[in-house]
């Protein structure tokens, strides 16, 4: 999968995406992350990218002219290789977005090439974003500086459900927001430490027996941290009736 992101700090998205399992995966060849710089596409001799906002206001905008051309120069690059005139599927990350989540995440894995537009200031011309613009994309509801980080969170979510980039792809799938669910509790040696066991089942060697508590767990962590996701998930009728039973027994 190609990253093409668009930004004013190429330096920072790519110094915090070449370590660890990201780096690794693009020296294998398994990613690309390609970083643009919009200055490199302005139209003046001081390389300004940016404008007063007509009508007033706090702030300057980045302009729509630079950020097409950086688009284009991007674009074009894909169509050359991939000989086809389809139109790049291009994220702005903003906080007017749709929620980043781990749906999102395993979608846009699909994409052959995907450009993340990365606003500063106070924001971008809206002319250029309703011209290139497919999806708005949040990472959550509080305001950053930039979608420099924004983009580096979706780059890494959507990465990992790339195959191959893990080392093991069934940790891609089992894992917290499977079935939207939270991940169990995990434990390593020593057997003891700090005078806490490991719960016993986990030394049993009873497959069958760890993967029912297992589940079991990650069920009660999900009704314990994220009881908005539990209503989410799709409990077999005697999972159900095990945590109704539990709830009782907690009422008494
Ligand atoms: N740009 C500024 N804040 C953002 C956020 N929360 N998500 C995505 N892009 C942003």
């Not at 749906?103 to 974003?129: F, K, Q, S, T």
């Not at 990465?159 to 509790?185: C, I, K, T, W």
Request: with cysteine.
């Amino acid at each position: 999968m190609n990253f093409h992101i668009l930004t004013l700090f190429p330096e920072m998205v790519l110094n915090g995406l070449n370590t660890s399992i990201i780096g690794r995966a693009v020296n294998a060849g398994r990613l690309s992350i390609d970083a643009v710089n919009i200055r490199d596409y302005a139209f003046n001799k001081h390389q300004s990218v940016d404008d007063y906002p007509y009508g007033g206001g706090a702030g300057m905008l980045m302009q729509a002219e630079p950020v097409y051309l950086a688009y284009e120069a991007v674009a074009e690059k894909i169509r050359a290789r991939s000989g086809e005139q389809t139109k790049p599927r291009v994220v702005y990350l903003s906080p007017q977005g749709s929620v980043f989540n781990q749906n999102m995440a395993r979608e846009l894995a699909l994409e052959e090439d995907l450009i993340l537009l990365c606003g500063h200031y106070e924001g971008i011309d809206e002319r250029v974003l309703e011209e290139i613009v497919t999806d708005y994309v949040s990472i959550g509801d509080y305001v950053l500086t930039g979608g420099e980080l924004p983009a580096m969170v979706m780059v890494d979510a959507i990465s990992r459900m790339v195959p191959g980039v893990l080392h093991n792809d069934v940790s891609a799938e089992f894992e917290s927001f499977q079935d939207n669910l939270l991940e169990y509790p995990q434990y390593s040696r020593p057997e003891e430490w700090h005078g806490k066991k490991v719960p016993p089942v986990l030394l049993s060697g009873h497959h069958a027996n760890i993967e029912k508590w297992r589940r079991e767990q990650s069920i009660l962590r999900t009704r314990e941290r994220r009881p908005d996701l539990l209503e989410k998930c799709e409990l077999t009728e005697k999972e159900k009736q095990w945590l109704q039973d539990l709830e009782q027994e907690t009422e008494k």
